[in-house]
C-alpha cells in the first residue's frame, strides 16, 4: 500500500460518557469541549488533515461547523466503555482502505 508523506489528527468524541453527560459537547469558553482539539489541530501546520470520530449523528453535525476534513461515524461496538482507542484507529483506517483513500505515514491522536 502507498502512503501519503502525511500527518493526520483523529479527534474521537464518543457521546456515551458516564461520569458527565456529553461532556465532549459541554460548553467550555462558550464553544464545546471537543471544538478545541479541532481547532488545536487545524493550527498546527505539521497536520494535513483532521478526522473527527463519533458515535453520535449529533456531535458529527455540530462538528461540521469546524471544518475537519473528515467525520467518521463509528460503530456501536468500537463506541462501547471497554472499547480501546487501537479498535477505533482500526476501524478508521479500514474505512479509508474501503473508500480506496490513501492512508498518511502518521496519525496524531488528539484528546
Known amino acids: ?7 493526520w489528527a483523529v479527534i474521537p468524541a464518543r457521546s456515551g460518557s ?21 481547532k488545536s489541530a487545524k493550527n498546527n ?7 473527527f470520530s463519533s458515535d453520535s449523528k449529533k456531535y458529527i453535525s455540530l462538528a461540521k461547523k469546524y471544518n475537519c476534513e ?22 478508521i483506517v ?3 482502505k474501503n473508500k480506496k483513500i490513501y492512508l498518511p505515514k502518521y496519525f496524531v491522536h488528539f484528546r
Do not use: A, C, W
Request: a positive charge; aromatic letters at 14%.
Open 1 to 7: 500500500m502507498r502512503f501519503l508523506n502525511e500527518v
Open 45 to 51: 501546520k505539521q497536520i494535513n488533515k483532521v478526522i
Open 94 to 96: 479500514k474505512f479509508f
Open 70 to 91: 473528515f467525520y467518521h461515524l463509528r460503530s456501536k461496538k468500537n463506541s462501547r466503555d471497554k472499547s480501546t482507542d487501537l479498535e477505533v484507529f482500526m476501524e
Open 18 to 38: 458516564k461520569g458527565l453527560k456529553n461532556k465532549n459537547i459541554k460548553k467550555f469558553k462558550n464553544k464545546p469541549l471537543f471544538s478545541h482539539s479541532v
